[in-house]
């Protein structure tokens, strides 16, 4: 182990001890922030790691494989969720299209294909509902069947719900992990899956 890796170690095993909040490392490294306040787990059974996403994030787009991989390691007593944010901008049409995937029961199967229209294809019109209905169908789907769940209550109310909960943890940039609702993770890729990891160790030890 390097003498990076076993100050971090330590460094946040510190602060879980102490409760402390504290600020990150330097931007280059990455580090672990204490949000203000713990905010409740949709699993209170087990270990919860969130991410914090936007298919319209080219950033999101390279950590999207990297940390599906890594998420599919992690032992059963760690609940992962995925959290697309927008800010109240045009990203929120993205938001609703990854509930809209996820209520037609879609999600895993139109998920890369998501980043890949935006990132590759240069598709601007996901942003729109019209333009994701065009995408939908193009794949195959029904129009009338991603339309009405698109404008549901239910699709609606996971945007504001996560809408609420991203504004509410203070997420400014993303990918962002949170583990516990209690520790926002930043930096480069295998600094934030190698702090995460550290916190879910943590977390098993309590």
């Not at 182990?1 to 095993?13: D, E, I, N």
């Not at 007593?77 to 995925?82: E, I, K, L, P, S």
């Not at 209550?153 to 203070?170: C, H, I, P, R």
């Amino acid at each position: 182990m390097t003498v990076r890796l076993s100050l971090q170690k330590l460094f946040v095993a510190l602060v879980l001890l102490t409760g402390l909040s504290f600020a990150p490392l330097h931007a280059a490294e990455g580090g672990v922030e204490r949000l203000a306040r713990t905010f409740p787990k949709e699993n209170p059974g087990k270990i919860e790691v969130i991410e914090f996403f936007s298919y319209g994030c080219g950033h999101c787009s390279d950590f999207h494989p990297i940390f599906t991989k890594w998420a599919e390691t992690l032992p059963a007593d760690v609940y992962v969720r995925r959290i697309p944010v927008g800010w109240n901008r045009q990203w929120v049409a993205l938001s609703r299209l990854y509930y809209t995937l996820e209520a037609l029961g879609e999600l895993k199967k139109y998920d890369d294909d998501v980043f890949a229209a935006i990132h590759k294809e240069r598709r601007n019109d996901l942003l729109t509902e019209k333009g994701a209905a065009r995408w939908y169908v193009s794949k195959g789907g029904n129009e009338q069947k991603f339309t009405a769940t698109y404008n549901s209550f239910g699709v609606t109310s996971k945007v504001n719900q996560a809408e609420n909960l991203a504004q509410g943890m203070e997420i400014g940039s993303v990918p962002t992990l949170v583990v516990e609702g209690q520790y926002r993770v930043q930096g480069s890729f295998p600094t934030m899956l190698k702090l995460t990891e550290q916190l879910i160790e943590e977390a098993r030890k309590k």
